[in-house]
């Protein structure tokens, strides 16, 4: 979190249904949870953006100094600090969960593993259906391609588009 303070930009990896495109976003202003549920605008503004296949994480096919992404069109964005995929009204605000529950989640081509930080005991419809945030934070991500399986991603925490969702399951008590 500390470059981010001092740079302003974070780096992170957005994915769609296939391709991950490795990017700088301005988080000045706003952190990255805070950007992509903003309901006042559809889009992700990046700076020096890779852009690689999701089965071919190493092969880069196109890269750009701005670019735009429909955060619509998201899956998922993958950080490396768990800091950057909290709001800054859960990381400064009352609402710090003290309870992490470990969840396993599919969307189109990946599935996900890391742990929910919640104040209590969890609704799963109320964090898909009544929450107000598009993104959903996972903390202590890893993130494997279903059908390359030797193909993972992994980091401090993962901001899951809910509307990708197909599968959203609850580990047993540990």
Same mark, same amino acid.
Not at 15 to 35: C, E, N, P
Not at 92 to 119: C, D, H, N, Q, W
Not at 120 to 128: E, P, S
Not at 134 to 145: C, N, T
């Given at each position: 979190?500390?470059?981010?303070?001092?740079?302003?930009?974070?780096?992170?990896?957005?994915?769609?249904?296939?391709?991950?495109?490795?990017?700088?976003?301005?988080?000045?202003?706003?952190?990255?949870?805070?950007?992509?549920?903003?309901?006042?605008?559809?889009?992700? @503004?990046?700076?020096?953006?890779?852009?690689?296949?999701?089965?071919?994480?190493?092969?880069?096919?196109?890269?750009?100094?701005?670019?735009?992404?429909?955060?619509?069109?998201?899956?998922?964005?993958?950080?490396? @600090? @768990?800091?950057?995929?909290?709001?800054?009204? @859960?990381?400064?605000?009352?609402?710090?969960?003290?309870?992490?529950?470990?969840?396993?989640?599919?969307?189109?081509?990946?599935?996900?593993?890391?742990?929910?930080?919640?104040?209590?005991?969890?609704?799963?419809?109320?964090?898909?259906?009544?929450?107000?945030?598009?993104?959903?934070?996972?903390?202590?991500?890893?993130?494997?391609?279903?059908?390359?399986?030797?193909?993972?991603?992994?980091?401090?925490?993962?901001?899951?588009?809910?509307?990708?969702?197909?599968?959203?399951?609850?580990?047993?008590?540990?």
């Amino acid at each position: 979190m500390s470059e981010i303070l001092r740079t302003g930009w974070l780096t992170a990896d957005f994915f769609t249904h296939s391709y991950r495109i490795s990017g700088q976003v301005d988080v000045r202003r706003r952190g990255l949870s805070d950007l992509l549920n903003d309901s006042t605008t559809g889009f992700l @503004q990046l700076e020096n953006a890779y852009i690689s296949p999701i089965d071919r994480p190493a092969d880069i096919i196109a890269s750009y100094e701005a670019s735009s992404l429909v955060k619509a069109n998201l899956t998922l964005v993958l950080v490396t @600090q @768990q800091d950057d995929a909290i709001s800054r009204k @859960q990381a400064y605000g009352s609402y710090m969960g003290s309870y992490m529950r470990k969840v396993f989640l599919t969307v189109p081509s990946l599935e996900i593993v890391g742990y929910l930080r919640l104040a209590a005991k969890v609704d799963l419809r109320r964090i898909l259906s009544m929450d107000t945030e598009e993104f959903i934070s996972v903390l202590d991500g890893r993130v494997v391609a279903s059908i390359r399986p030797d193909v993972v991603f992994t980091g401090g925490g993962v901001l899951v588009n809910k509307h990708h969702i197909g599968a959203f399951c609850l580990s047993e008590e540990e």
